[in-house]
T-cell receptor
Framework: GESVGLHLPTLSVQEGDNSIINCAYSNSASDYFIWYKQESGKGPQFIID?????DKRQGQRVTVLLNKTVKHLSLQIAATQPGDSAVYFCAENGSGANSKLTFGKGITLSVRP | NAGVMQNPRHLVRRRGQEARLRCSPMKGHSHVYWYRQLPEEGLKFMVY????????ESGMPKERFSAEFPKEGPSILRIQQVVRGDSAAYFC?????????????FGPGTRLTVT
């Protein structure tokens, strides 16, 4: 069956360090992989996505890496800030432009001052 | 450009009552999705709608749950005869008619508590 899962439930990093959040997926037919950030009491906020025909995409302070060989997705956050503290979810949207999203369970990122 | 709007933000219902959750997508977005999130868990897909059409309801419980997205007005997620297990955060997301990527934009959610 389809599943998207995260390796670790929590991640604690020092302010200013780089953070790496990892995710495994099982549906090799997915078109897009997306990272969301969710702060307490709020809805998920889109961070960055990557199409299945790419292996790297960069945004502002964030980089997403896709390894289709091992079905692995990662989010790298440069110079982590206290405002980055949140729960991070990876998601995949199957095949088709408007497919539903399948989410992993989430990993909590805690930034130490 | 206002984001996805949901109301109410918090809803308390007693067992057996009905819950109605509303979602107004972002301007220019014609695709609406509903997700449910239990505490400490990720979001689970429920239903995907376009105007006046249900496209994918594979995540909807077979009974008591229904959704609509009428030609005019917001999308409605309706839960009849609520039970304690329905307590969760319900999120609506929308996406544009012609998407460039995989993103869906989420509203702030409705937190349903069944007492």
């Amino acid at each position: 069956g389809e599943s998207v899962g995260l390796h670790l439930p929590t991640l604690s990093v020092q302010e200013g360090d780089n953070s790496i959040i990892n995710c495994a997926y099982s549906n090799s037919a997915s078109d897009y992989f997306i990272w969301y950030k969710q702060e307490s009491g709020k809805g998920p906020q889109f961070i960055i996505d990557i199409r299945s025909n790419m292996d790297k995409r960069q945004g502002q302070r964030v980089t997403v890496l896709l390894n289709k060989t091992v079905k692995h997705l990662s989010l790298q956050i440069a110079a982590t800030q206290p405002g980055d503290s949140a729960v991070y979810f990876c998601a995949e949207n199957g095949s088709g432009a408007n497919s539903k999203l399948t989410f992993g369970k989430g990993i909590t990122l805690s930034v130490r001052p | 450009n206002a984001g996805v709007m949901q109301n109410p933000r918090h809803l308390v219902r007693r067992r057996g009552q009905e819950a109605r959750l509303r979602c107004s997508p972002m301007k220019g977005h014609s695709h609406v999705y509903w997700y449910r999130q239990l505490p400490e868990e990720g979001l689970k897909f429920m239903v995907y709608l376009q105007k006046e059409n249900i496209i994918d309801e594979s995540g909807m419980p077979k009974e008591r749950f229904s959704a609509e997205f009428p030609k005019e007005g917001p999308s409605i997620l309706r839960i009849q005869q609520v039970v304690r297990g329905d307590s969760a955060a319900y999120f609506c997301a929308s996406s544009p008619t012609f998407r460039q990527g995989g993103e869906q934009y989420f509203g702030p959610g409705t937190r349903l508590t069944v007492t």
